[in-house]
DNA sequence: TTGTACGCGTTATCAG
DNA sequence: CTGATAACGCGTACAA
């Protein structure tokens, strides 16, 4: 049914050897029978066979994204960019949102060239021991120690955050993020919090840090609602996500209070999307292109040298300013 | 390196052939050496080579789908009900979130079994013709007619919705979505809602339909805001998607007003995830997992009979009574 | 019940 | 420059 390259070497009157060079453009064929085979090919409507060319390559130019059901727009912003940046490399990215271990196994049945696993709680992992004969890396917390992974630092990133603000004068500074000891990335920015408000002595209060259960908008509303209606008075508000900051925003002027004059915001998650906001948020993390652009590097170094042990260092954060922050009001 | 079934029978001290048997489970192999085989398979971590299995089976077991940027999240939900629909099948899903064009022509070249577009907006389609020797089911507009189609019909959906309030005693309703002409989708939700204002003799208004811009909670909360500032004095409330319904919920409460008895809320976008909003939310739309059965079951009709005609019908709409709406206060 | 031989669509190596 | 031909890993008739 599908044509081959033996239907263009029919119709171009040549062996399909020369068509096979021919289509991979080799300078081993005359410029003349390369026009020929690549009308011939045209017309026909011919596409390479994947399977037969990774057959006999060993390579599939196919890196295998394993994606945990996503809701989160970092995440999504995420994914785009490293398709992107695969796309640069000549790489192309396919995804599969299955369980783990079986979209593991598919990935290496399919002999993809290397694997990137998000990951955003680890306890999945621990049970099902992974064996993949692919390179992989994990962004986030593997859980186990076999597979090389990369993070970013959310601890100094909102540590810097804290720091931000208290050098443009504020003492009353509240967090609002997953408080909970669930998951090691979320915690980590509680510590880098922690951390912020003693290292700059600022105001300490039972009700500075406000819990969600989810870094969903809803939560981040209810959240800032619960805090403004505190005892707590901050002058500014250090959010763990972008998608909490949008709903940060959202309770923070229904209380008729003005950003950044009122209260400044800064939020974790360093997206384009940030300046898409009512307010152009200021905005920490590690920008998702340099993020995507590291990941994909990582990773090709993982696939060109699969046997070295590969220590990759936290991937830097960056402070982007924009118009949620200014000196507290008085 | 990696091991192939050679190795298997090498190590298991048969032909290669009664492995092949062996591991495709085939009648014609004795329990006992089954069994041994099976056990050197694990031992040596065999995986099969999913390319030259295809090349010989002329099937990959994979169904590609095409998706454009996800943000919304009707559409993770239906993603993930059409995986395990097509797992339930014994497929495979694996995403591509490339464009259109580049996108089907990977699905070509691996020679997926089938091809399933999530097509938003159908400009994008108009301009690149698309080639591809695999079926290709279109879910939305497709935008030329060469390709089989399924939509929901949205038109209907929110006519229904409509007629339940009416029905309830409503005369005044509102609706909040996309107003432009731009999206055939979006277009056809607005007839169906002014088809409904009609045939039931309801109020009319010029205020009494909102534009969003997106169909996001942002927009649906602005609306909402804008609505119930309006000389329009709504008992109900239409609206065009979940996320728009999530920021509609809490542009009511913050007006104080209470769903259903103040005002009743009715969405389209038939997931479950309307049952963990702040309010379970009554819903009208065609149920995702239905809708994933629907389109798993059609595309894998087109694959067994690839050349003949498909003329889909649209997909079934349901109500989902919640606790959203009630009759009017008086 | 097991083994042999061939072909799937490509690339790569050699001869011509 | 071009054309045979041998792999690649697997399924499957066919032979043993």
Redesign the pocket.
């Known amino acids: 049914?599908?044509?081959?390259?033996?239907d263009?070497?029919r119709v171009a009157?040549?062996?399909?050897?020369?068509?096979?060079?021919?289509?991979?453009n080799?300078?081993?064929?005359?410029?003349?029978?390369?026009i020929k085979i690549l009308q011939a090919a045209k017309q026909l409507g011919?596409?390479?066979?994947f399977?037969?060319?990774s057959?006999?390559?060993?390579k599939s130019s196919i890196i295998g994204v394993v994606w945990p059901t996503v809701e989160r727009m970092a995440w999504s912003a995420l994914a785009t960019n490293i398709n992107d940046a695969l796309v640069k490399k000549s790489y192309n990215m396919l995804l599969s949102i299955n369980p783990l271990a079986s979209a593991i196994s598919i990935f290496n049945q399919f002999r993809v060239d290397g694997i990137l696993v998000f990951q955003e709680e680890r306890t999945l992992l621990e049970s099902t021991d992974i064996k993949s004969t692919v390179p992989i890396l994990f962004y986030g917390e593997s859980g186990s120690s076999h597979y090389p992974e990369i993070n970013v630092n959310r601890r100094k990133a909102i540590f810097e955050a804290v720091r931000y603000l208290a050098e443009m004068g504020h003492r009353r500074i509240a967090y609002i993020g997953d408080l909970s000891h669930k998951e090691a990335n979320q915690q980590e920015k509680l510590i880098g919090f922690s951390e912020g408000i003693m290292q700059f002595g600022l105001v300490s209060h039972p009700d500075m840090a406000v819990h969600v259960k989810k870094l969903s908008w809803e939560e981040g509303f209810r959240a800032t609602k619960q805090l403004l209606q505190s005892s707590y008075r901050p002058t500014a508000i250090v959010s763990a996500s972008y998608d909490l900051s949008a709903g940060i925003i959202r309770a923070v002027r229904d209380a008729s209070l003005r950003i950044p004059i009122d209260i400044s915001l800064i939020s974790y998650d360093n997206i384009p999307q940030m300046a898409g906001l009512e307010i152009p948020l200021t905005a920490v993390g590690t920008p998702v292109d340099k993020l995507a652009e590291n990941l994909v590097e990582a990773l090709l170094k993982i696939i060109e040298h699969p046997d070295s042990i590969h220590p990759f260092d936290d991937i830097d954060i960056e402070l982007n300013e924009r118009a949620s922050c200014g000196p507290p009001l008085k």
Chains 1, 2 share one sequence.
């Open positions: 049914m599908s044509v081959t390259i033996k263009v070497a009157g040549v062996s399909y050897s020369t068509v096979s060079k021919a289509l991979n080799s300078p081993l064929v005359k410029e003349k029978t390369k011919y596409q390479p066979n399977a037969a060319k057959l006999v390559s060993k």
